[in-house]
């Protein structure tokens, strides 16, 4: 069955990057469209972006929109996703997430276990 | 973007009771809405999609109803495993961007 697998917690400092990858295992890369969301402790889930396939590009929340680059290694079927500008507020757990069972991405049934980024100085 | 509000904020019931979430959007989603369930430090779980169809191997006991702005997930008997935060979802058709809604802690009363 599908498996996604992220990359270990980070440490970062106010106005550095971060970069988080999710390992595809199950299906190829190609066969989904991957999305991040993201949670704040005690906090609710805050969609990041993800792949539309109807017209083959990555779409962002206006939110992130200038700072989050999301990306795909199809040939190690790795998804990345990379914060840049990194402020205290950006202190979150990080999921990639995506939808097989559900026509048209419209839910995500398989997510990752999580990268909790820490934005410190 | 649609904003989803959940109500309540937190609910306390008991084993056995019926729960009863409810989520509201702010322009139609048509029937393009999911509920999730999260237990602390885990990821969320898929539960509801297309606002009535269960995920795969999710109990009969849970049930989505609703369409256009009002959505409700009913818990028929709660079970002790059920004491969760659960996530209205929905995707918007263009551009096709998603939002979740607060959350609704349920906690044993």
């Known amino acids: 069955q599908v498996q996604l697998v992220q990359s270990g917690a980070e440490v970062k400092k106010p106005g550095a990057s971060v970069k988080v990858s999710c390992k595809v295992s199950?299906?190829?890369?190609?066969?989904?469209?991957m999305h991040w969301v993201r949670q704040a402790p005690g906090k609710g889930l805050e969609w990041m972006g993800g792949f539309d396939p109807e017209d083959g590009e990555t779409i962002y929340a206006q939110k992130f929109q200038g700072r989050v680059t999301m990306t795909e290694d199809t040939s190690t079927d790795t998804a990345y996703m990379e914060l840049s500008s990194l402020r205290s507020e950006d202190t979150a757990v990080y999921y990639c997430?995506?939808?097989?069972?559900?026509?048209?991405?419209?839910?995500?049934?398989?997510w990752g276990q999580g990268t909790m980024v820490t934005v410190s100085s | 973007e649609i904003v989803l509000t959940q109500s309540p904020a937190t609910l306390s019931l008991s084993p056995g009771e019926r729960a009863t979430l409810s989520c509201r959007a702010s322009q139609s989603v048509s029937s393009y809405l999911a509920w999730y369930q999260q237990k602390p430090g885990q990821a969320p779980r898929l539960l509801i999609y297309?606002?009535?169809n269960r995920a795969t191997g999710i109990p009969a006991r849970f049930s989505g109803s609703g369409s256009g702005t009002d959505f409700t997930l009913t818990i028929s008997s709660l079970e002790p495993e059920d004491f969760a935060v659960y996530y209205c979802?929905?995707?918007?058709?263009?551009?096709?961007?998603?939002?979740f809604g607060q959350g609704t802690k349920l906690e044993i009363k």
């Open positions: 997430a995506t939808g097989i069972a559900v026509a048209g991405n419209r839910a995500f049934d398989i």
């Open positions: 199950g299906y190829t890369l190609t066969e989904l469209s």
């Open positions: 979802q929905q995707r918007s058709n263009w551009p096709p961007l998603y939002t």
């Open positions: 297309d606002a009535s």
